[in-house]
Nanobody, 127 residues
Framework: QVQLVESGGGLVQAGESLRLSCAAS????????MAWFRQAPGKEREFVAR????????YYADSMKGRFTISRDNAKKTVYLQMNSLKPEDTAVYYC????????????????????WGQGAQVTVSS
């Protein structure tokens, strides 16, 4: 099993930045890639970004490119999501997820691809 714990959420104003962290523990050797999803009130959970656990391959949802950056620190077994120029529409619960297998588009954007999930971190952007 893999356990994922998100942190770094909070309340910010539009235009500000926030960095989320996701710490992995347990059988982390089984992880192939990590990703971030988000779910806004009344909406379906959507893909944000994905990064390989042992390489630098990264994928982003088109709407996140340029503002969001995913990165990782293997020594700390932690994945980050740097979010800049935040907008009120970025308000959501952000979830970290781990995938044990290689995936290609469009499957890597789908929730079903991922084996483990964190509990979520609330991000609220005020206007």
């Amino acid at each position: 099993q893999v356990q994922l714990v998100e942190s770094g959420g909070g309340l910010v104003q539009a235009g500000e930045s926030l960095r989320l962290s996701c710490a992995a523990s347990g059988r982390t050797f089984s992880i192939y890639a990590m990703a971030w999803f988000r779910q806004a009130p009344g909406k379906e959970r959507e893909f944000v970004a994905r990064i390989g656990w042992s390489d630098s391959s990264a994928y982003y949802a088109d709407s996140m490119k340029g503002r969001f950056t995913i990165s990782r620190d293997n020594a700390k077994k932690t994945v980050y999501l740097q979010m800049n120029s935040l907008k009120p529409e970025d308000t959501a619960v952000y979830y970290c997820a781990a995938d044990r297998a290689r995936a290609t588009m469009p499957y890597l954007q789908q929730q079903q691809q991922y084996d483990y999930w964190g509990q979520g971190a609330q991000v609220t952007v005020s206007s």
